[in-house]
């Protein structure tokens, strides 16, 4: 989706670093979201957002942390305490409500070294 | 807890026919909207097509159409005249309209033979 740009493409995360994923939108949309996908599997959420300086935890919380200073920007940051972080991970953002989808940007595909 | 099944790890089909992919969901909620979301090798996440709970017609999106049972809580989604592009991962996903989230299937792979 062009209006939501992910960065890096591709991580590499030494033991015990911290390592910040970027999503930036600029489709004006409230909600944002970070999902988890591992191989051959499905999506699971970590955090969401649904308005700016609020967010919640959502399945797989644990060893992740986000901020949502912006309206335009989420970005999540994979903690040391994240013991399995290698996976791709997807955000979203969805505006108004109802039948309206999510929209998803390119990934991020994170490795450990 | 709300739950998406896919039963189906893997689908095959031959360019131009038809191929149906079946999912289910578990919800204690009336109003909800469901959607097939396609992955090809790429991993972007594409929506396929959507369906409204309250809504008693099928969606219909070109190619791609859906048989909604909501009694049986069944969402299957069918792919007519198969491409070689349709070829990727398919996911359905289930979002209550009293939440945010969107809870996903496991996904099922569509293989394509030419």
């Known amino acids: 989706d062009g209006g939501i740009t992910q960065s890096p493409k591709y991580l590499f995360r030494k033991e015990g670093q911290n390592v910040t994923l970027s999503c930036e939108q600029n489709?004006?949309?409230?909600?944002m979201y970070w999902y988890r996908q591992d191989p051959g599997q499905g999506l699971r959420l970590i955090y969401y957002?649904?308005?700016?300086?609020?967010?919640q935890k959502g399945d797989i919380a644990e060893g992740y942390s986000v901020s949502r200073e912006k309206k335009e920007s989420f970005p999540l940051t994979v903690t040391s305490a994240q013991k399995n972080p290698t996976a791709f991970y997807l955000c979203?953002?969805?505006?108004?409500?109802?039948?309206?989808?999510?929209?998803f940007g390119d990934g991020t595909r994170l490795s450990i070294l | 807890a709300q739950t998406v099944t896919q039963s189906q790890p893997e689908m095959s089909v031959q360019e131009a026919e038809t191929v149906t992919l079946s999912c289910t969901y578990d919800?204690?909620?009336?109003?909800?909207?469901l959607f097939w979301y396609k992955q090809p090798p790429s991993r972007q996440m594409i929506l396929v097509i959507r369906?409204?709970?309250?809504?008693?017609q099928n969606a219909t999106e070109n190619r791609f159409s859906v048989n909604f049972q909501k009694a049986a809580k069944s969402f299957s989604l069918k792919i007519s005249d198969s491409q070689l592009g349709d070829a990727a991962m398919y996911f359905c996903?289930?979002?209550?309209?009293?939440?945010?989230?969107?809870?996903f299937g496991s996904g099922t792979r569509l293989l394509v033979r030419p």
């Open positions: 919800t204690s909620e009336s109003d909800y909207y």
């Open positions: 979203a953002t969805r505006t108004g409500g109802g039948n309206q989808p999510q929209h």
């Open positions: 489709l004006n949309h409230d909600a």
């Open positions: 957002s649904q308005i700016v300086n609020d967010f």
């Open positions: 369906q409204e709970a309250y809504k008693q």
């Open positions: 996903a289930c979002r209550m309209d009293s939440s945010y989230k969107l809870i």
